[in-house]
Every structure is written in structure tokens, then in C-alpha cells.
């Protein structure tokens, strides 16, 4: 799971707004592709269509970092599934 809550705002709530991640690919315009080299351990499909609210207490280790880049491909899928932007 991709959170998207910044991180100065997460010690501050119980939920953070997060993307989910599947390892099966659905060809969606909203899915974004990461693998081991984006930290990732195996290749996952981000789906922006799916993003929800989660509690953070069950979030409990960091995975991976994604870069500037992939945060890009992120946001605009992100902007996709929501017609914002």
C-alpha cells in the first residue's frame, strides 16, 4: 500500500489516505507499475481507482520510498482516477 498522507500530517491523524497495491496487473489507465527498482521486493500495480482511507496502525513498516519520478506517474494517475487536474 502507496500512503499519500504527507508525512507531517500522519502523527496527527489515525488514518492516512493510501493507495493499494496488487500483484496482478488489470491494464488500467490508473495503474502504476513498481518493482525492485523502486525498492519494491516484487513487481505490484498501484490502482488510483482503489486509493481509500486506512488506519495507520495497521501500517506498521515502510517497504519502500518511491522517487520524484515515479511520484509523478503517481500523481497523474491519481489526477486521472479523480478528474482533478
Do not use: Y
Request: negative net charge; aromatic residues 2%; contains cysteine.
Amino acid at each position: 500500500m502507496l500512503v499519500l498522507t504527507r508525512d507531517d500530517v500522519i502523527a496527527r491523524t489515525l488514518d492516512v489516505v493510501a493507495m493499494p497495491a496488487s500483484r496482478t496487473a488489470h491494464d488500467w489507465l490508473t495503474e502504476v507499475e513498481v518493482g525492485p527498482e523502486d525498492g519494491m521486493p516484487t513487481t505490484s500495480f498501484l490502482i488510483a481507482e482503489n486509493t481509500l482511507s486506512a488506519e495507520k496502525v495497521h501500517l506498521t513498516q515502510r517497504i519502500a520510498e518511491l522517487g520524484a519520478a515515479k511520484m509523478d506517474v503517481v500523481c497523474r494517475a491519481l489526477a486521472a482516477a479523480t478528474g482533478c487536474g
